[in-house]
Structure formats: structure tokens, C-alpha cells
């Protein structure tokens, strides 16, 4: 199952080089012009995902690489459990053609599985060193356009595929990073029912969800990892794996809250990451 990523843009024509994907850039003599992009305080990775967009992608881009590049040939064959179909390889073409097809303007049907499925096809003819490569290139540019957009999703979905190649090839690692904090703060933030999350570190984060805090009318859930937590609302985890977590609060709503839980997904079998 592929984290779709929705690219809500506007095209602009660059001399030279196809349209680009841009969201108030202006295109002046063969070049867009982003603005100015959100500071990203780096050193507060509780900062919530919007704030520094460009740097966690630009973050997850290069954690991504930098396992690919560890990668035997063999390893890139291995089946990938988290995305069903797909090979290591496969992933690897999916994340980063996301760039490539956003920056060439390939956007009809952007997130679909045709979309995703002709990211595949398209870039098996390159090695991995050619596809790597081009990412390097093409992130920066990317990373700016999406930060003017505000469109937080691609750091999550390229952080999302990174730790499902490492459960493939049992590789685990990086999963404290800033993209992994920020991106679980905001998944409980926009979760649409009361909930309170208390993390094995101590944070403790909270939905926006009206009734949050008021006796008897939100769910806890007490001693998960902010990895945890990522993993499983974006459908690393069947819907026994939640259940099994500590929970609390009335029956009613914790099962609502079980059944509004996976952003995606969820997964037909156990991952045990």
C-alpha cells in the first residue's frame, strides 16, 4: 500500500525544462523564483510538519539515499511486506519519481495507483545509481515547492518508504528522527476524535478534536513510541496490533477511535517492526 500524496499545484512553463511544478513562484527568465520558504527551527523536532517542509524532505530524501546506497544487488529484489507487489527496487522508483514526475508536470492522476504503478515501469530502465542521482538533483527543487505549498506529505511518504525497505531487509534504524517526531505530533494533532496520546519519551500530544481533555469524553492511549505511532496510522499494523495497545477511556469511543485510526491501510498481516 503506497502513502498517497496528493500534489495540489498549479504548472508553470520554464524555458529549457517543461513545466514546474510551483505554488506562487513567478517564472522569470528561464527560472522560478519560490520566495521565501518557512525557517525550520531544526533543533525543535517536536515542531509540527508544516513548519521547515523543504528541510524534512530534504531530510528523509537524504536518509533514504544514504541506506540505498548500502544496498547489494540481491538486496534490492527483496519483496517488501508494507507495500505488497513491490520490490525494494520498486520502492526506490516510486520515491524518487515523485520529484521527477512533479518538476515534468506528469500530475494526471497524481496519487493514484496508475500514477505510482507508471513510476515503476518508467524507471526500471535506469540503474540505481542514474534514479539516486537524479533525486540529488531534483530534491532541492522539489523541496522548495512543495514548502511554498505547504504540502507536507511527501517528507512522510518518503520517511514512511525508507523504514518499510528496513523492515524488508531487517535493517531497522532512524527511527527517532525529526521527520518521525514532527510527523507523528501532527497525526495525532489532526486526528478527527478526541484522543490523548502518552509516548514511552514522555511527550504527550493531543488532538484538535473537540472534547479533548474532558472527563469522560476522550480516549488515551498510554506507553507507544512516536514511531509506533507513525507506523501504524499510516497502515504498517493490522487493526489487532492497535487494538492490543493500551487504551483507555469509555468503550463506545475507543472503538470509534479504532476504526478511524489507519490513514491508510490497514495492513492485511502482522508487522512486527
Known sequence: MVVATELAAVTVPVTGSGPVIVAGARARAGRVALGAVPACRACDADAVIE?????????????????????????????????????????????????????????????????????????????????LARWDEQAPLFAEAIAGMGERRPPIDCHTHEHDVRHALGRPGNRDSGVVRAASAWLVREFGLPLTVHLHDGRVLHSEAEGVGAAGEGVELTGVSGFELFRSRLGRRTPAQVAAYDWSGPADRRAAVLEAWFAFGPSETDIVE
Open 51 to 131: 513548519t521547515g517542509i523543504d528541510i524534512h524532505y530534504l531530510a528523509a530524501q537524504r536518509s533514504f539515499v544514504e541506506l540505498a546506497r548500502t544496498l547489494t544487488e540481491a538486496e534490492w529484489t527483496t519483496p517488501v511486506a508494507c507495500t505488497p507487489g513491490w520490490t525494494a527496487r520498486d520502492v526506490l522508483s516510486h520515491v524518487s519519481g515523485i520529484p521527477d514526475d512533479a518538476l515534468a508536470g506528469r500530475l494526471d492522476g497524481v496519487a493514484t495507483a496508475p500514477w505510482t504503478a507508471s513510476q515503476v515501469d518508467r524507471n526500471r530502465e535506469h540503474s540505481v545509481e542514474d534514479l
